[in-house]
């Protein structure tokens, strides 16, 4: 399964209203450490199946990246019923960002 998209239209849904713990990356297309992130990001979308995987463009959804004060980007933040658990900024290992999730 890839990643989902997120925006403000379907973010409730997905993320807030989801059975599963949720791993959603802020970033842009113009940040070289997001884009040096999205491999890993796809690879864990690709292979996790007890968790959903999202992706918010800040450019293109500026205000979920306010509402959830989203600084500097990469950020990466963990969500399980509805709950914001888990925030990290910054390049991370597909081990370390897995342990956020667990």
């Given amino acids: ?17 989801s059975d599963r713990p949720v791993l959603v990356d802020f970033w842009a297309s ?16 690709a292979e996790q199946t007890a968790i959903k995987v999202g992706k918010v463009n800040v450019d293109e959804q500026p ?6 004060r989203v600084m ?8 399980k019923n509805g709950d914001l658990v888990r925030r ?8 370390e960002i897995l342990a956020m999730v667990d």
């Avoid at 990290?88 to 081990?95: A, C, F, L, N, P």
């Fill in 1 to 17: 399964m890839s990643y989902i998209v997120l925006t403000s239209e379907n973010f409730h849904q997905e993320v807030l209203q």
């Fill in 72 to 79: 500097s980007i990469p950020t990466l933040m963990v969500f």
């Fill in 88 to 95: 990290e900024v910054g390049g991370r290992s597909k081990e």
């Fill in 30 to 45: 113009w940040c070289g450490p997001c884009q040096a992130l999205a491999p890993t990001i796809d690879e864990i979308a």
């Fill in 63 to 68: 205000d979920l990246a306010r509402q959830f």
